[in-house]
């Protein structure tokens, strides 16, 4: 067999978890993974994105393009609640395609993930640190240190939320819960408040006009759809709509994360499923009640980004006068940003540890802690964040999130049509319908969001993944468990 598609078994896969000293505890029901799911998922995209994406690409329109983020992502998380009650364990798409595709394709999707996650939670990071600013009346918390200006906000939440989850998961969940319940009840207040300022002129036009987007919407930094067949600017428009569906999934990226918890979940066959869907059926009502609510609250031209910085939650309210909200909106953005991080540093340390774990990264890196935590790769991912979030500039980078949440939704959806075929005998605790078709669905319409990123954002993606390819033949190659155990006999060829 070729060694870069060798397969790991679900049997194999389920026999590791149980290996001494690389043990995670089963803590979490169904309910702790829809408080992972709720807290990590409403946040970016309802106190960051939805603003700025609304006054620069989509205009009211951006409630459509929330709905089309939703479909696609509802497919996607029909496809994992399949394999993540049938394969229950830590790695979401990583661990998925290792069962299906074979270790190379499982090690890119393993590294797409890292940054998927990685620049995830730096991303949001940063926006709390400028909500930070916000609630406490400065200018923000950037500080010059030497050549480079440091952003302590971000440091700082970076790390409490890596030690929390260094205590414990159900710490974290329990945590998780209480700052949920906080961001919820400000989500609601967003839209019960805002909804008396509502006004039927703000709508019109609901899709405005295409515009020439001028060094934004040009060259490298338009969509590579637009690049590829000359079409008009993604700048408002019919393809403005779709443009903002691509990077308003930003906002739902998170309910994968429940699938990376899998393997401590106490019954993980049934309550993954629960969690996905649950996360996503609250989430899309939220979404796209405040984007209803945002874009009638003020014309859309206001939410543009000019030189006061991009527009957030609080511009709206801000603009009507109603001051007292825009200020609790901004502290209930403080507290739900501070759970994206944590849930997002929590699925990158949960990949990261899976792929310790079958030795494509150094073994040691998933030795579990006295709490049945992976501590040591939870601070290094910590550090790493840390570091982007607080030294790095952040601009279009949460359209590198994108382009790797929706290729591993590809690889996901595809996986579900493999091991169908291959193992039709595999116990699943939940099933896709009208397979092979709603997957195919899934698939095309990840691709459809995928071209509609701007080809910097693919150029970006590239390099990564090139990046990925060269240290996977100088190292992950050779240090497989599974490649020794295949080379020793221990395991027969898949």
């Given at each position: 067999?070729?060694?870069?598609?060798?397969?790991?078994?679900?049997?194999?896969?389920?026999?590791?978890?149980?290996?001494?000293?690389?043990?995670?505890?089963?803590?979490?029901?169904?309910?702790?993974?829809?408080?992972?799911?709720?807290?990590?998922?409403?946040?970016?995209?309802?106190?960051?994105?939805?603003?700025?994406?609304?006054?620069?690409i989509t205009g009211p329109a951006i409630s459509v393009s929330?709905?089309?983020?939703?479909?696609?992502?509802?497919?996607?998380?029909?496809?994992?609640?399949?394999?993540?009650?049938?394969?229950?364990?830590?790695?979401?798409?990583?661990?998925?395609?290792?069962?299906?595709?074979?270790?190379?394709?499982?090690?890119?999707?393993?590294?797409?993930?890292?940054?998927?996650?990685?620049?995830?939670?730096?991303?949001?990071?940063?926006?709390w640190s400028s909500y930070l600013g916000t609630v406490f009346?400065?200018?923000?918390?950037?500080?010059?240190?030497?050549?480079?200006?440091?952003?302590?906000?971000?440091?700082?939440?970076?790390?409490?939320?890596?030690?929390?989850?260094?205590?414990?998961?159900?710490?974290?969940?329990?945590?998780?819960?209480?700052?949920?319940?906080?961001?919820?009840?400000?989500?609601?207040?967003?839209?019960?408040?805002?909804?008396?300022?509502?006004?039927?002129?703000?709508?019109?036009?609901?899709?405005?006009?295409?515009?020439?987007?001028?060094?934004?919407?040009?060259?490298?930094?338009?969509?590579?759809?637009?690049?590829?067949?000359?079409?008009?600017?993604?700048?408002?428009?019919?393809?403005?709509?779709?443009?903002?569906?691509?990077?308003?999934?930003?906002?739902?990226?998170?309910?994968?994360?429940?699938?990376?918890?899998?393997?401590?979940?106490?019954?993980?066959?049934?309550?993954?499923?629960?969690?996905?869907?649950?996360?996503?059926?609250?989430?899309?009502?939220?979404?796209?009640?405040?984007?209803?609510?945002?874009?009638?609250?003020?014309?859309?031209?206001?939410?543009?980004?000019?030189?006061?910085?991009?527009?957030?939650?609080?511009?709206?309210?801000?603009?009507?006068?109603?001051?007292?909200?825009?200020?609790?909106?901004?502290?209930?953005?403080?507290?739900?940003?501070?759970?994206?991080?944590?849930?997002?540093?929590?699925?990158?340390?949960?990949?990261?540890?899976?792929?310790?774990?079958?030795?494509?990264?150094?073994?040691?890196?998933?030795?579990?802690?006295?709490?049945?935590?992976?501590?040591?790769?939870?601070?290094?991912?910590?550090?790493?964040?840390?570091?982007a979030a607080s030294v790095f500039p952040i601009d279009k980078?949460?359209?590198?999130?994108?382009?790797?949440?929706?290729?591993?939704?590809?690889?996901?959806?595809?996986?579900?049509?493999?091991?169908?075929?291959?193992?039709?005998?595999?116990?699943?605790?939940?099933?896709?319908?009208?397979?092979?078709?709603?997957?195919?669905?899934?698939?095309?319409?990840?691709?459809?969001?995928?071209?509609?990123?701007?080809?910097?954002?693919?150029?970006?993606?590239?390099?990564?993944?090139?990046?990925?390819?060269?240290?996977?033949?100088?190292?992950?190659?050779?240090?497989?468990?599974?490649?020794?155990?295949?080379?020793?006999?221990?395991?027969?060829?898949?």
């Amino acid at each position: 067999m070729t060694t870069r598609w060798r397969t790991k078994s679900v049997e194999q896969s389920i026999a590791d978890t149980d290996e001494p000293g690389t043990r995670l505890r089963r803590d979490l029901s169904w309910w702790d993974l829809t408080v992972f799911g709720v807290a990590v998922v409403v946040g970016a995209g309802i106190f960051t994105v939805t603003a700025s994406t609304a006054g620069n690409i989509t205009g009211p329109a951006i409630s459509v393009s929330f709905l089309l983020a939703a479909v696609t992502c509802g497919l996607a998380a029909l496809c994992y609640a399949e394999f993540a009650s049938t394969l229950p364990v830590a790695g979401s798409a990583y661990t998925f395609s290792y069962a299906t595709f074979g270790e190379f394709v499982a090690w890119i999707i393993g590294w797409d993930l890292i940054l998927e996650f990685a620049i995830g939670a730096a991303v949001v990071a940063k926006g709390w640190s400028s909500y930070l600013g916000t609630v406490f009346g400065f200018s923000g918390g950037v500080t010059p240190v030497g050549p480079v200006n440091v952003d302590w906000g971000a440091l700082l939440i970076v790390a409490v939320v890596a030690t929390l989850l260094g205590l414990g998961t159900k710490l974290s969940s329990n945590f998780s819960a209480a700052v949920t319940a906080i961001k919820v009840a400000v989500v609601l207040l967003v839209v019960v408040v805002g909804a008396f300022y509502i006004k039927a002129a703000n709508y019109t036009p609901f899709i405005p006009p295409a515009e020439a987007g001028g060094e934004s919407g040009s060259g490298v930094n338009q969509s590579l759809f637009s690049l590829l067949t000359g079409a008009e600017s993604s700048h408002y428009g019919w393809y403005g709509l779709l443009a903002g569906a691509s990077i308003v999934f930003f906002a739902f990226i998170g309910f994968d994360v429940v699938a990376t918890t899998a393997e401590e979940t106490k019954n993980p066959q049934r309550d993954v499923a629960r969690g996905i869907l649950a996360t996503l059926a609250i989430v899309t009502v939220f979404y796209v009640a405040v984007s209803v609510v945002l874009t009638g609250m003020v014309p859309y031209t206001e939410l543009k980004s000019g030189e006061h910085g991009q527009a957030n939650l609080a511009t709206a309210f801000a603009a009507n006068g109603v001051d007292w909200a825009a200020t609790v909106i901004s502290i209930g953005a403080l507290a739900g940003l501070t759970t994206v991080v944590m849930v997002l540093v929590l699925g990158q340390s949960r990949v990261i540890f899976a792929m310790a774990r079958d030795g494509l990264l150094p073994r040691q890196l998933a030795k579990t802690g006295p709490h049945g935590t992976p501590v040591r790769i939870t601070v290094i991912v910590a550090v790493l964040i840390a570091v982007a979030a607080s030294v790095f500039p952040i601009d279009k980078l949460e359209e590198m999130v994108n382009v790797g949440t929706l290729f591993a939704f590809v690889l996901v959806s595809a996986g579900v049509i493999v091991l169908r075929r291959t193992r039709p005998d595999l116990k699943r605790g939940f099933r896709v319908p009208w397979v092979p078709v709603l997957p195919i669905i899934s698939i095309v319409a990840c691709l459809w969001l995928m071209l509609n990123l701007t080809a910097l954002t693919w150029i970006r993606f590239l390099i990564w993944m090139a990046l990925g390819v060269v240290i996977y033949f100088a190292y992950s190659r050779r240090n497989s468990v599974l490649g020794k155990r295949l080379a020793s006999g221990e395991v027969p060829p898949q």
